[in-house]
Every structure is written in structure tokens, then in C-alpha cells.
């Protein structure tokens, strides 16, 4: 990777700003606002044009922002605003106060993602100088640790707009290595109302119990034929979707019939195709089947499935101007998978070619003394500077 330097007071301002945005305590359950209204003040000055989008609770917002004409066919620099708890953790250091120790950047949030944040919004007032002919934004986003909430409401937000962006980088932490894929992440409790009874009288109740295994064994059906469904050519490990039930719990003793079942489950698409597969297969067995025979012996009875998320992945593609882009810039001379997920998908799903590439290293994220090495953020601080030739 070739190093350019990058100026030491723009890394002295890329690091106070990350001081800056350490300190406000944005886990996901707490507001963002005031982190926001910071970033836009920093953004406007340098000359963007900021839309912050609060969602229907007011409490939490977006940031959307322009630098250069507002059209289509612009690069959209995207990080998350909201960090995971500090909860149970032992730090050596007060987790929402900055300290600087051997070269790593000590803070909640320093490496997932806010390093990445601060650099970007550094770079604002060199991009606004360039009065850049292809339009440079920089989009913020709530409750992403959550289930990606605030990134899924940006994708509305940019549909409203009719704002339509070619390129997304998104700065999770990768150690500055371009990723281009990741499996997706959709996570679902499945509730079974059935009818108590007693044990003896099997056929007078309808056993949620039961009906709940017959569902998980359509998962076991669904999850030895998606393996024949992996693409020919791969790269994730497993190379296909997966499927896995997390807890299955229901009843109350040996001679009573439940009346409730729940599972909880989860699967890991490495296409969109087969989230839609497993979500027809399993519409047409409860529909078809199941709730049929259980409604025979009560009419009231049910099967409710509540979608904890659905994130989306990031499908590696032949064309991709943003992994073009990124490997020009760092030097780079390939792209990478990773087992985590991100907002990358989102963007995908709109049309955009994405990558995901940020300093830090994921080892660090959630963890108690995360950090980030300054040496990742000069990198990070670098290809941005790379990226204003791409602009004009
Ligand atoms: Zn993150």
C-alpha cells in the first residue's frame, strides 16, 4: 500500500474531531441529535449542503450532505452515528473521553466508526475547495448496531429525493482492506398459538409444540437445499446460505398440551434470491398446511412471525466502480469478504456500487479499550485526499 503523507494538521483536526464526537454518548438507545447538529455545523462551514432527517420519533436523526452540484452519479462517504454500549465493560479509561496512548486513540466508538466520520468530515472544506464537477456526500446514519434502522430510512429518504448516487464507501472498520461482500443477516421469532388441553386427549387440543418442530424441520429441509443453491463461484465460507435455529421453547409439563411455542431463528443469505425462496417456501407450508390442521380444531389458533431485522448483504459483483475506485487509491490489488454485516446492502439494494473500506480493525469494535491506531487514520485521512481526483 503506498503511503502518501498526509498534512499534520489535518490529522491534528481529524483527531480533535474525533475527540469531539467520542464524547457524545451515542449508543444506540440514546439520542444522536446533538451529534448530528455538531456535524452539520462542521459540514455547512466547509461549504456543504446538510439535510437532516429526524425519524418519526424526533429523537433520532440522519445526516445527508452534499458537496458539488446535486445530481446524479455522485460518491457517498457512510458511517454509522450510534455506538454499543459500554455496559459490564472494564476500560482502563473513561470510554467517552478520548485519550491518546502509543499511537492508539483510546474511546468508545473510535474504531466502529466514528474514526472514519471525523475523517471524512476533515476532509470537507479540501473537497468544497475543489468545487468539485461530480457531487461528493456524506450520509450519517442512527441505529445501525440495532438492525440498521436509521440506514434503511436514509434509503427512503434518497428514493424521496430522487437523489440517485453511483458509489457508496462505507468506513467500517476493515484495517483500511476493501471488502466487497458480506452475507446478509435476518433474524425472525416465530410464535405458535395453539389450544391447552389435557395430555390424554391429544386430538381436542392443538399442540403449539408440535406444530413448532414440524416448522423447524422445514428449516432443516430449506437449509440442506440452499447449499445446492450456493453461486458456482463463491467466495463465502460457508459458500452458501445458512440457516440456524437459535431456541425453540414452549409448554409447561409432561401431561399438558401447549398452547405456545416459540422459535427464534436466523439465516444468512449470501443472495437476496434466497431470503425470498425460504420466506415463499415457509409462507406456502404455514398458509397450505400447518394452519389449516391447526385451525380444523380451533379457529383462533395461529402462527406469527415478527421480523427482528432483515439486513441486507453486500453481493460481490464483476462490475463495481467503487472497488475500482478504492483499489486506485490505496493500491490495493484485490477485495475481500467478511463474516460481519454492515449498511453496504442498503446502498446496494438502491442500485449503487459499494465497498465497504475504514480504519481500525474489527477486533477492536465493541469491545472494553477500543481503539484506533493513529497510523490508520493518517491511511484513511489519505485516500480520501486521493478520492478529490475523482471529483473534478
Ligand atoms: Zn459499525
Not at 466514528?114 to 468530515?121: D, H, L, N, S, Y
Not at 472498520?173 to 416465530?190: D, F, L, N, W
Not at 440457516?243 to 427464534?264: C, D, R
Not at 487509491?329 to 475481500?336: E, Q, S, W
Request: with cysteine.
Amino acid at each position: 500500500m503506498t503511503i502518501m503523507t498526509v498534512s499534520k494538521t489535518l490529522l491534528e483536526e481529524a483527531k480533535a474531531l474525533l475527540g469531539e464526537l467520542i464524547a457524545f454518548e451515542t449508543v444506540s438507545s440514546a439520542s444522536n441529535l446533538d451529534m448530528i447538529a455538531h456535524l452539520a455545523r462542521h459540514l455547512q462551514e466547509s461549504g456543504a449542503d446538510v439535510e437532516i432527517l429526524h425519524d418519526e420519533t424526533g429523537t433520532k436523526a440522519n445526516l445527508f450532505a452534499t458537496i458539488g452540484p446535486r445530481k446524479d452519479g455522485g460518491i457517498v462517504l457512510s458511517g454509522h452515528s450510534d455506538v454499543v454500549p459500554v455496559l459490564d465493560q472494564d476500560w482502563t479509561s473513561d470510554p467517552f473521553r478520548m485519550e491518546e496512548r502509543d499511537g492508539k486513540l483510546y474511546g468508545r466508538g473510535t474504531c466502529d466508526m466514528k474514526g472514519f466520520i471525523a475523517a471524512a468530515v476533515a476532509m470537507a472544506p479540501f473537497y468544497a475547495a475543489l468545487n468539485p464537477t461530480r457531487p461528493i456526500h456524506f450520509a450519517f446514519t442512527y441505529d445501525e448496531e440495532v438492525g440498521c434502522f436509521g440506514g434503511q430510512a436514509l434509503a427512503n429518504s434518497l428514493k424521496e429525493l430522487g437523489l440517485k448516487p453511483a458509489v457508496a464507501i462505507v468506513g467500517e472498520p476493515t484495517s483500511m482492506r476493501i471488502i466487497e461482500g458480506h452475507k446478509g443477516c435476518y433474524e425472525y421469532t416465530t410464535r405458535f398459538t395453539g389450544l391447552e388441553g389435557h395430555g390424554s386427549g391429544p386430538e381436542r387440543g392443538v399442540n403449539a409444540v408440535e406444530y413448532a418442530v414440524r416448522y423447524v424441520s422445514k428449516l432443516l429441509e430449506l437449509k440442506s437445499e440452499l447449499q445446492a443453491r450456493a453461486p458456482k463461484e463463491s467466495r463465502f465460507d460457508p459458500p452458501w446460505t445458512t440457516i440456524n435455529t437459535g431456541s425453540l421453547v414452549g409448554g409447561v409439563a409432561h401431561n399438558v398440551i401447549p398452547g405456545k411455542a416459540q422459535i427464534e431463528w436466523e439465516m444468512r443469505p449470501v443472495q437476496r434470491s434466497d431470503a425470498d425462496h425460504v420466506k415463499s417456501v415457509l409462507a406456502a407450508f404455514c398458509d397450505e398446511e400447518l394452519l389449516p390442521q391447526m385451525r380444523a380444531v380451533c379457529p383462533d389458533a395461529g402462527i406469527e412471525t415478527e421480523i427482528i431485522g432483515e439486513v441486507d448483504g453486500l453481493e460481490p459483483v464483476d462490475q463495481n466502480e467503487a472497488r475500482d475506485i478504492v483499489m486506485e487509491l490505496t493500491g490495493a490489488n484485490g477485495a475481500d469478504l467478511v463474516p460481519f454485516g454492515t449498511e453496504a446492502g442498503i446502498f446496494q439494494g438502491l442500485g449503487m456500487n459499494v465497498v465497504v473500506c475504514g480504519p481500525g480493525s474489527i477486533e477492536q469494535a465493541h469491545k472494553p479499550d477500543e481503539f484506533l491506531e493513529v497510523e490508520q487514520l493518517s491511511q484513511c485521512l489519505a485516500m480520501l485526499g486521493r478520492l478529490s481526483h475523482k471529483l473534478v
